[in-house]
């Protein structure tokens, strides 16, 4: 990998109030805001190669140095979040590094055998953004997250 910056670490939850409320007591910070992921013609989610209507909850924190993401799978629209979630139970997620290059990144680690399992887009002014996760667990135990900007 060619960066030293993460800037994201995830967890998935099954109940996002109260794992929420938690993390914002511990950390002494105002409750975060939850809100719903957009629907697949938004999101142009993939999963596992094909469209993806999956969504969830989510409710991010940023810190001085980091950002912490709470993400709950909603119904039982096929997702890797759900996938995640009912295999390995809640918890840790993924970490996520911002790229600058995450379409040559994410070839890169294709070839070397790490296939993305989801990737979609988000709206985000200046610019969109662009997610992939590629499942790592045999390796470092999680998943890892690519953020970078789509360029259309």
Known sequence: MKTDQVVQIGFLVKDIEKTARAWADFLGVEMPEIFMTGPQE?????????????????????????????????????????????????????????????????????????????????????HNGFYAYLDMQDSLKCVIELLGHVKH
């Open 42 to 126: 938004e999101t142009h989610a993939v999963y596992r190669g094909k469209p993806c209507p999956g969504r969830i909850r989510q409710a991010c924190m940023d810190l001085a140095n980091i950002q912490l993401e709470l993400i709950e799978p909603i119904g039982e629209e096929p997702s890797y979040w759900k996938e995640c979630l009912d295999r390995d139970g809640e918890g840790l997620h993924h970490i996520a590094f911002r790229m600058d290059d995450s379409e040559r990144e994410l070839k890169e680690f294709e070839q070397q055998g790490h296939p993305v399992m989801q990737q979609g887009e988000w709206k985000e002014e200046p």
